[in-house]
């Protein structure tokens, strides 16, 4: 009673050990493993990059065509959500921890401004667009502070 | 029964196992009150699963250790086989939960977080100040119609919008330093590497907009931004406005213009970078301009750099020149003053909000540090 006792944990435990979440899946080989994540990684990065600079690149956010200014935040808002929910390679930890927040409050403080110019609230917009600079900045900050530590490749 | 648990059990169990144990976070139709809720909400959800990767990988490598244990005791090689098999993924797991412990520990995170909290406090105590000083003015307007008090009312007016003007100046100044000194660095890496990018996307045929068919001037600009950064940065520090930069140095009107079109060729390139993501042509012809290590680690982080940088310069540049430009006015409509201290008083209330948000991303911070040390101090 006591080894089907014990075997029946046994079993119990192995089942409860949660699964690794599907974007960690990877196939058999180490190497090729992390190779896989490198890549899926950078891809990841790379559509973020061009989608922050989009909108870090419209010149008044305020003016801007709302219809654009909303295609520009919600595909930041897609990259960011597929960043979120990946696994990023053991080599690119540090890069991917600092970056993610900041790219985040990024795809925030956008989405604030597209809801105030959305409902008319100007007092709303000039709070929005003062965040979306700063973000922007510390944004760029934090891509400082990597460089100056040399864990930028 | 001791060995084989019935199938069914074990397949729906198993499939239990591998539900996703959190739901995505930050989805775009996931209802949040604010953009900043919906940010908070997320940022604390991702500190949640930090945590629990790192607890629950930890408890999975003891609890296979102690099961080994038991099996051995128990004389049961089979079950003993069974763990190891299982072990190796729980090590890998483990492997990465520790790597996401020491990085979010380190001394480089706790700084970089410190920092953060540092300059939401130094905003939201710039708001404040600001919304109380206009609040206080428009206060003071409403009593005062007319005389001398009036007239002391507007004379406090034009003082603080004064010094409000030099203090937008001095941030923008800053602002404006700090990008095209990083920009200078930056772009001595990635004019070379464009030039060759360049050269290699032409000989593949993938620069299908054609946004690097003339690199050169990308290139030529991006030189032209190291050329005049030094001269026109000093122009800048030593106090001159940007008007007069403009006119006194004929480098600053260059450097601009040049920096505009940095500005566009590295919004080309990262489009370029982000479009057919597993062309594999593609990723050859970078592998061969940034060299195999780079093509896969860290471009987008030169090219972030380097594109936030030629924004924040234009940007800078474009706001020290409006306000340089506009003539102090003195508004004393009541409407207009009532929508300024709204105004202010929005902006404040907002920053209050980041500052409490850099603070919690401290005690989480925090948290994960508690518990790292926890797990170090378990195994000694």
Redesign the interface.
């Known amino acids: 009673m006591k080894?089907?006792g014990?075997?029946h944990a046994?079993?119990c435990?192995?089942?409860?050990?949660?699964?690794?979440?599907?974007s960690?899946q990877q196939p058999a080989g180490q190497r090729d493993k992390e190779?896989d994540e490198?890549?899926s990684?950078?891809?990841l990065?790379?559509?973020?990059?061009?989608?922050?600079?989009?909108i870090?690149?419209m010149?008044d956010t305020a003016a801007a065509p709302l219809d654009e200014l909303k295609a520009a935040q919600?595909r930041l808002?897609?990259a960011?959500?597929r960043l979120?929910?990946s696994?990023p390679p053991?080599?690119?930890?540090?890069?991917h921890?600092?970056?993610?927040?900041a790219v985040?409050?990024v795809?925030?403080?956008a989405?604030?401004v597209v809801?105030a110019r959305t409902a008319a609230d100007?007092?709303?917009l000039?709070?929005?667009q003062?965040?979306l600079?700063?973000s922007?900045?510390?944004?760029?900050?934090?891509?400082?502070?990597?460089?100056q530590?040399g864990?930028?490749? | 029964?001791?060995?084989r648990?019935p199938v069914a059990l074990?397949v729906l169990?198993?499939a239990g196992?591998?539900?996703?144990?959190r739901p995505?976070?930050?989805?775009?139709e996931e209802p949040c009150p604010?953009?900043?809720a919906?940010?908070s909400k997320?940022?604390d959800r991702?500190w949640q699963q930090y945590y629990d990767l790192i607890e629950?990988a930890w408890a999975?490598k003891q609890?296979a250790a102690a099961?080994i244990l038991?099996?051995q005791a128990?004389g049961?090689q089979d079950?003993v086989d069974?763990?190891k098999e299982?072990q190796v993924?729980?090590e890998e797991?483990w492997?990465?939960a520790d790597?996401?412990a020491h990085?979010?520990t380190?001394p480089?995170?706790k700084?970089?977080l410190e920092?953060?909290r540092e300059?939401a406090v130094r905003?939201r105590s710039a708001a404040s100040e600001n919304a109380r000083k206009e609040t206080d003015l428009y206060h003071r307007l409403e009593k005062s119609t007319i005389g001398p008090e009036r007239d002391g009312v507007i004379r406090d007016i034009s003082g603080y919008e004064k010094e409000g003007k030099e203090l937008r100046e001095t941030f923008y100044r800053d602002?404006f330093m700090?990008?095209l000194s990083?920009l200078k660095?930056s772009s001595e890496l990635l004019s070379s590497n464009w030039a060759n990018m360049s050269k290699w996307l032409a000989s593949y045929n993938l620069d299908e907009s054609g946004a690097f068919k003339g690199a050169e001037p990308y290139v030529f600009a991006m030189n032209a931004v190291v050329f005049s950064a030094h001269s026109s940065a000093e122009a800048v520090h030593a106090g001159m406005g940007v008007q007069e930069a403009s006119q006194k140095d004929h480098n600053f009107e260059a450097l601009l213009e040049a920096t505009r079109g940095v500005?566009?060729g590295?919004?080309h390139m990262?489009?370029l970078?982000?479009r057919s993501?597993?062309d594999p042509l593609k990723?050859e012809a970078m592998e061969k301009a940034f060299g195999a290590?780079?093509?896969?680690?860290?471009?987008?982080?030169?090219?972030?750099?380097v594109?936030?940088?030629t924004?924040?310069t234009v940007?800078a540049t474009?706001r020290l020149k409006q306000s340089e430009a506009r003539q102090l006015h003195i508004e004393t409509d009541d409407a207009h003053w009532r929508?300024r201290v709204?105004?202010s008083?929005?902006?404040a209330?907002?920053a209050a909000m980041?500052e409490d948000r850099a603070n919690r991303?401290i005690e989480h911070q925090q948290q994960v540090e508690a518990l790292y040390k926890k797990i170090q101090e378990g195994t000694k």
């Open positions: 080894v089907r014990f075997v046994v079993v435990s192995l089942m409860l050990w949660p699964a690794v979440p599907a960690a190779l490198m890549v990684n950078e891809l990065w790379e559509e973020a990059t061009a989608s922050v600079l989009v870090a690149n010149p919600a808002e897609r960011v959500v979120i929910n696994r053991a080599s690119q930890l540090q890069t921890l600092v970056l993610l927040p985040q409050e795809t925030a403080a989405r604030a809801d100007e007092a709303a000039a709070s929005s003062a965040w600079d700063d922007l900045s510390q944004l760029a900050v934090a891509l400082r502070q990597l460089r530590a864990i930028q490749n | 029964m001791t060995r648990a074990l169990l198993t196992c591998l539900l996703p144990a995505a976070a930050l989805l775009a604010s953009s900043e919906c940010l997320s940022l991702n629950q999975d609890k099961l038991r099996a128990a049961r079950i069974a763990i299982k993924k729980i797991r492997a990465f790597a996401v990085t979010l380190s480089f995170f700084d970089y920092r953060q300059e905003v602002g700090v990008s990083t660095e500005a566009g590295t919004l990262a489009e970078l982000a993501p597993t990723r290590s780079a093509a896969r680690a860290g471009i987008y982080t030169n090219v972030l750099a594109g936030l940088d924004v924040l940007a474009d929508a709204d105004t008083g929005r902006i209330h907002d980041r991303q």
